[in-house]
């Protein structure tokens, strides 16, 4: 059996991705019987710097392809880090002292509060309905782009779960390709579905409304 693309070297992932991003099926959204255009891009955990290198490597090549279905310019991509995303939102939130954001607040008593408190403070500041999807609803309003890059899955955990960004950002980025660079498996079985398995250990939640991007048809 041959191995899975997502298995093999990285070059050859690279490889398969620049084909599959540069593709006229994949960049007018064909063959999704009616679907969303949802990719998930695996990868281990142990991977993350280089993984952000083929990212920034991808978005570069992407650019300077010349796509016929795209009047002969190239690729262009959209990236945005759910993490830098929500420093972004908590600096912009002022604290309970008057003149010092949310940010800094929370840098100053993290140490000396429990986790659980912390969570739910964060759960409730980063609110994926309320504040998450409608920045990133206001990044894709002003942008001109081709594919959206969704990356710092892992470094947002558990303040914010993948499947959760999923599910609600289904009305906001229909219109163009997303891919979410995922740092574990997402795993499909009859048996129990589709699910996102974080770091390939914690089971983030069932969704089955994504494609694999290592199968998809170049």
Known sequence: MSQKISQQPLAARFEHLLNVMSGQRFLEMKGLNNDLPFYICEFKAAEAFEIQRMQRQLVNTLAGLRINCLQGRGVKVLEISLYDLTIDLLKAREGSDEGVSLWEQIREVESDV???????????????????????????AQADYDVLFLSGIGEVFPYIRSHNVLNNLQSTAKDKPTVMFFPGEYRHSLEQGASLELFGLLHDDKYYRAFNIFESQV
């Open 114 to 140: 429990e986790k659980e408190g912390l969570l739910e403070l964060l759960q409730g500041v980063l609110d994926i309905k309320e504040h998450l999807i409608p920045a990133i609803g206001e990044r894709i």
